[in-house]
């Protein structure tokens, strides 16, 4: 990305973050006209490689409640302190500002993502769609899968039927499941 739009994106990106913590973070005055002091530390910045925009405001997100002002002296981040210096940013990137409540908000994320991303491969699985084969009883996938051809009389045609057993070695579930 060009510097001009990186520098867009960044006072967007600020912008959006004082208004979605109104009151507590100060938005910047005058976005599209920077001081001259402003400017130019915007322009350092934005020079150095690791100042990777999105991942810095993810990061800033993350480490929250220390960053608006829950910290003994109710320090808060402000925009002025993000491009001070080469620093500042590396450790919003660290993580160096969690809480105790903000590391278990994002365990408890990390959780329910692992958690959302198992469940959908199970209802994958159930539903005749093996993308990954993954155990339907505890999500392992520590699994061996066959699969045979065979022929079944339905009572009135003679159908061809895949028959497919799948024995886990996690909870020594095995299951069989027929797909036409
Ligand atoms: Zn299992």
Known sequence: MPHNERKQLLLQEWQAFADRHRGVISKLLNPKKLSQKR???????????????????????????????????????????????????????????????????????????????????????KSGRYRKNLCTECGSDDIDKSERENTVFDGKNIIKITEITIYCHNCSERRYFKKK
């Open 39 to 125: 400017n130019e530390k915007t322009d350092l910045r934005l020079a150095d490689p690791n100042f990777d925009i999105p991942e810095i405001f993810k990061a800033i997100e993350e480490q929250i409640r220390f960053l608006t002002g829950d910290n003994s002296h109710h320090w808060r981040v402000s925009y002025d302190w993000l491009i001070e210096n080469d620093l500042n940013f590396v450790k919003i990137l660290e993580r160096k500002y969690l809480s105790g409540d903000d590391i278990r908000k994002i365990i408890e994320k990390r959780a329910k993502k692992q958690q959302d991303l198992k469940d959908a491969e199970i209802r994958k699985l």
